[in-house]
């Protein structure tokens, strides 16, 4: 049988605990979709502009592409960045650097075990926030990918 340790049952759940997690993975999603948004609108005015472009080049809708996953990646980032922020403020952590790399390693689900007892449950909300917004990024690349893909083909056949 189990043996709970000592620490993990003095562990709570308080309902601010829910609420600053709730608020950092609203702000995560909304960031998340006004940034592939912003992406969707970028890539679709580049892919307008560099029509004539492609028609010479065909690696244009290449370097869109790249340029769509950097911007991607930068979101990500970015809300990393806020959940790391909290974890500091709060004195989850030491300093900005480790929170912002276990935040990482958490959003991406690699780690958790890094927040002191009072906050363990944010651990699970960043894997939660992680999992869902590079589904949504996923997303966004599978329907930038084809488009992309398409164009080159029509280009090339024109020539």
């Excluded at 003095?10 to 608020?23: K, M, P, R, T």
């Excluded at 974890?87 to 900005?96: G, H, S, T």
Aim: avoid cysteine.
């Amino acid at each position: 049988m189990y043996e709970f340790p000592a620490r993990d049952l003095a562990y709570v759940i308080s309902l601010d605990e829910i609420a600053w997690g709730a608020l950092l993975m609203g702000l995560s999603i909304a960031i998340h979709g006004l940034g592939t948004l912003q992406v969707l609108r970028m890539t679709t005015a580049l892919s307008e502009r560099m029509e004539e472009a492609r028609r010479r080049v065909r690696v244009v809708g290449t370097g869109i592409m790249i340029l769509s996953v950097w911007m991607i990646v930068l979101i990500h980032l970015t809300e990393i960045g806020i959940w790391a922020v909290f974890y500091v403020w709060n004195d989850a952590q030491p300093n900005v650097f480790s929170a912002f790399y276990n935040a990482m390693l958490n959003y991406t689900t690699l780690q958790a075990g890094y927040l002191p007892l009072r906050w363990r449950l944010l651990e699970g909300m960043l894997g939660m926030t992680g999992l869902l917004t590079f589904a949504w990024s996923t997303t966004i690349l599978f329907s930038l990918a084809p488009k992309l893909l398409q164009e080159a083909v029509q280009a090339e056949k024109r020539q």
